[in-house]
Nanobody, 124 residues
Framework: QVQLAESGGGLVQAGGSLRLSCAAS????????VGWFRQAPGKEREFVAA????????YYADSVKGRFIISRDNAKTTVYLEMNNLKSEDTAVYYC????WGSGSDSTSTYDDWGRGTQVTVSS
């Protein structure tokens, strides 16, 4: 099991940028794939981005491709989500999750452990 804690959310104007962090505890973090998901009020949780255990594979939702960048620093046991050119439709609670099999994917069912989320609000 791994404990995850998101940070870096906040209020930003449309067109602005934020960088979210997902800090993990656990000795085998470098073996896990990590995904970012988001959930807006009244909507289902949706996939945003994922990264494999080595950082060699990255996946993005079409809605964020070209604007968001996922990366990881295994030495710091942290995964980042850099969000640029933010839009009002990016407003949501953002969650990170760990895939103990290491690949990551766009499906919530892949993931074993979840953080509590961080709020991102984009004002237009």
């Amino acid at each position: 099991q791994v404990q995850l804690a998101e940070s870096g959310g906040g209020l930003v104007q449309a067109g602005g940028s934020l960088r979210l962090s997902c800090a993990a505890s656990g000795r085998t973090f470098s073996r896990y794939g990590v995904g970012w998901f988001r959930q807006a009020p009244g909507k289902e949780r949706e996939f945003v981005a994922a990264i494999s255990w080595s950082g060699g594979r990255m996946y993005y939702a079409d809605s964020v491709k070209g604007r968001f960048i996922i990366s990881r620093d295994n030495a710091k046991t942290t995964v980042y989500l850099e969000m640029n050119n933010l839009k009002s439709e990016d407003t949501a609670v953002y969650y990170c999750a760990a895939d103990l099999w290491g690949s990551g994917s766009d499906s919530t069912s892949t993931y074993d452990d979840w953080g509590r989320g961080t709020q991102v609000t984009v004002s237009s």
